[in-house]
């Protein structure tokens, strides 16, 4: 059994920061690919921003310049600190990882989180 906890959402002003944890936890060979992404209400889930386990990283254009991806294998954690945040950031924020229960590369599979929610108040 794989769970996925984010922690640290809550309301921020805008500007503010906030820093979103990722644990995973559960029998894990490795995880390849981790990522956040995020629902705001009524509309569709949209990525935020990715990275590989070699650190390889990618964000939503909305993002870039403000939230900073960042992992640490060893503790099977993934980060997201987002600065300069504004209003249309709120939303529940997803975590996701691409787990390998073998050696085999062949076969991952992706969890996710139950989210945590961001809110920016203007």
């Known amino acids: 059994q794989v769970h996925l906890v984010e922690f640290g959402g809550g309301l921020v002003q805008t500007g503010g920061s906030l820093r979103l944890s990722c644990v995973a936890s559960g029998s894990i060979f490795s995880i390849n690919a981790m990522g956040w992404y995020r629902q705001a209400p009524g509309k569709q889930r949209e990525l935020v921003a990715t990275?590989?386990?070699?650190?390889?990283?990618n964000y939503a254009d909305s993002v870039k310049g403000r939230f900073n991806i960042s992992r640490d294998n060893a503790k099977k954690t993934v980060y997201l600190q987002m600065n300069s945040l504004k209003p249309e950031d709120t939303a529940v924020y997803y975590c996701n990882g691409h787990i390998l229960f073998t050696s085999d590369y062949r076969y991952e599979y992706v969890y996710w989180g139950q989210g945590t929610q961001v809110t920016v108040s203007s």
């Open positions: 990275i590989t386990s070699g650190g390889s990283t």
